[in-house]
């Protein structure tokens, strides 16, 4: 067992690096004159057997991916964030004295780690960050405590040192998620707070619903579902590769009967998931209304999904932007910056560990 770096704090300027089933995302950014800078990025293609519900099957596939993406952002560090998937990670609140100070607290934890964890302590990677005093006893405070199984950031740390990177923080993505919300909150109602939000990232092959209220997290579920579904359709209806499919998605010069006949039944597929996804949190959450949904992932990009969506659960609906407000250095394109941008949340969350 061993403490990794969910919730270090970092001064020197970190990639942040997200870690897909079809992607490996690379992003770059700097602080100037009190605005965010996106320096450099890339999205590189990764093999479709690499990364299997955001597990790394084929470690040295997805380190040689990040070599690429390395090599073509021109990023000019190596220090790196990089995220596990939420559902590999248990997060428990629990008190602990307060007259602890960090290394006794990380001393504690670890003895009573086996409490709270329901794996082999020895396979387990921990971390925690001091919340608050609690409400009845000021001589206890709230910590949460992160665990992961050690296989899941050993994957992930190997396949950065592979692709030429230092990985200085492993975070949970559901954190990182909520981390890039600042970034988007200006087209929130009231900025998120005193407000439950919805993120809906809909990726390749994976589903991720991420609700939080006052800007934090009080609920993410996954499911199986994403835009591969329609690649295949596509490659099955057309006759292509995979590949061929992949490019015809992103690019077009597919027949006229594309969009009635596959596009818009994956729409409504996606219509009725997120619809799904909501009932989910409504029955097992106190809360019965969202205030506002946002779409994140590679599947926000399909054209008038945002409206479809809005109509079919029937609450206000934007796309994720978190680069609206920031400038960009010129090495990075525009147009293909705002294309990419909303599956590129939590990478930007990563990349804003530099500045905590």
Known sequence: MGLVD???????????????SSSVKLLELSEQNNRYQVESYTVEPISPTAVVEKAIIDIESVGETIRKALKRSGAKTTDTAVAVAGSSVITKIISMPATLNEEELASQIELEADQYI???????????EILSSTEKNSELVYVLLAAC??????????????????PSIVDVE???????????????????????????????????????????IIYTREQVFGGRQLTEEIQRRF???????????????????YIPEVLDPFKKAM???V????QFFFSS????????????????????????????????????????????????????????????????????????
Do not use: W
């Open 285 to 356: 959450s106190q809360h019965n209304t969202i205030d506002h949904l946002v779409i994140a992932g590679g599947c926000a990009v399909v054209h008038g999904v945002d409206e479809l969506i809005s109509a079919h659960v029937g609450i206000p609906t934007s796309i994720a932007n978190p680069f609206a407000s920031m400038t960009r250095s010129k090495k990075v394109n525009a147009k293909a910056l705002s294309d990419d941008a909303s599956a590129l949340m939590i990478a930007c969350g990563l990349a804003l560990r530099s500045f905590d």
């Open 118 to 128: 329901p794996y082999p302590i020895e396979e387990v990677a921990l971390d925690f």
């Open 239 to 257: 006759g292509l590769s995979y590949e061929e499919a992949g490019e015809a998605k992103r690019h077009g010069g597919l027949p006229d009967n």
């Open 271 to 273: 219509a009725q998931q």
């Open 174 to 216: 559901a954190y990182a998620l909520e981390n890039a919300v600042s970034m988007i909150s200006s087209h929130l109602p009231d900025r998120g707070y005193g407000n439950t939000i919805a993120i809906i990232d809909i990726g390749a092959t994976m589903t991720t619903l991420t609700v939080l209220h006052d800007q934090k």
């Open 149 to 166: 199984r050690s296989e899941n950031v050993d994957a992930r740390v190997a396949a950065v040192e592979l692709g030429g990177l230092k």
């Open 275 to 278: 619809s799904r996804s909501l």
């Open 6 to 20: 969910i919730f270090k704090r970092k001064k020197s300027t970190l990639l942040g690096l997200d870690i897909s």
